[in-house]
């Protein structure tokens, strides 16, 4: 186990939306005030570029092809000048961080997250093994290098999901397996409460919901849980077709929190509609204290009668047979 505090940080903050050039120069702003602050590791929102694609709940398919098509020619390669932007900008920050992006690779687009080293390497990507509900009519699955959730890092072992990903409990527990101490739990922006809608929302696609899964996380791994979330501002609502549609009033949707590996909330929220960064100074030591009531992989653990089956192979479309 690693000692000494390092400071971390989650990231509450409205994108360019649909603009990959206005994201990458925002993103590059963010790591700098991030490394200005002394934060190790900062943790971005799902799909931070190039934005959350809500036009995809709110209008029919046939309506959202001239969107759809923007967002692809919007999305970010693994390998493209804009990801060096960023890279160089987390090597001159000395900041390790865990960047939510659209990744477009060929014709397909997926969600994604970038490792990205304070020496500004791309150390890991990985992409959410499963699209939720209509986002999967935009983006694809994550094949099985995605299981990998966990790098080592300088600050100790750094994990993450994308959204939903983290009410998926074969997901989670799978990272626990790995060792996670830091998680990174990236959300798009969301309706605070059912209560705030005019129409019909289920509880469990609200922030306040998002932020307690995220919680939950934290008790059920023994982790440090980084919820990482966007904001909508008013002046966009129209952009993002939500104006007139009950979901998102007045400037909105962010959460954002960091907790403790036994769920205690570790700073003051920001306003919904705030950008801002969460920061706090974390111990890993005080992990063990965590550990040693819950272990869900170890002592805590029943794998004579309980375990979990893991695919690492990755599916391939083509396979060339020699």
Known sequence: MQSGTVRVGAVQAEPVWWD??????????????????????????????CGYAWPLWVSPAIANVPFTTEYMQNSMCRDSPEMQRIKDACKEADVFAVVGYSERDGGSIYISQAFISNEGELVHNR????????????????????????????????????????????????????????????????????????????????????????????????????????????????????????????????????????GLPLVEPLGHGEEGILQADIDLKTID????????????????????TVNTKPAKQVRYIE
């Open 127 to 262: 992409r959410k093994i499963k699209p939720t509900h209509v986002e999967r009519a935009l983006w694809g699955d994550g094949q099985a290098d995605s299981l990998k959730t966990v790098l080592d890092t300088p600050y100790g072992k750094l994990g993450a999901l994308n959204c939903w990903e983290n009410f998926q409990p074969l997901l989670r527990y799978h990272e626990y397996s790995q060792g996670s101490q830091i998680h990174v739990a990236g959300w798009p922006p969301l309706p605070w409460h059912p209560s705030d809608v005019e129409g019909s929302c289920l509880y469990n696609n609200t922030g306040e919901a998002s932020q307690r899964i995220s919680q939950n996380a934290a008790m059920e791994g023994q982790m440090f849980v980084i919820c990482s979330t966007q904001v909508l501002k008013e002046k966009n609502h129209e952009k993002l077709g939500m104006q007139g549609k009950g979901m998102f009033h007045g400037d909105s949707g962010g959460f954002a929190m960091i907790f403790g590996p036994d």
């Open 289 to 308: 204290a965590a550990k040693n009531l819950c272990d869900p992989v170890g002592h805590y653990s029943r794998p004579d009668l309980l375990a979990l």
């Open 20 to 49: 990959l050039q206005g994201c990458v120069a925002k993103t590059v702003e963010i790591i700098q005030e991030a490394g200005n602050k002394g934060i190790k590791i900062l943790g971005f929102p799902e799909v931070w570029i």
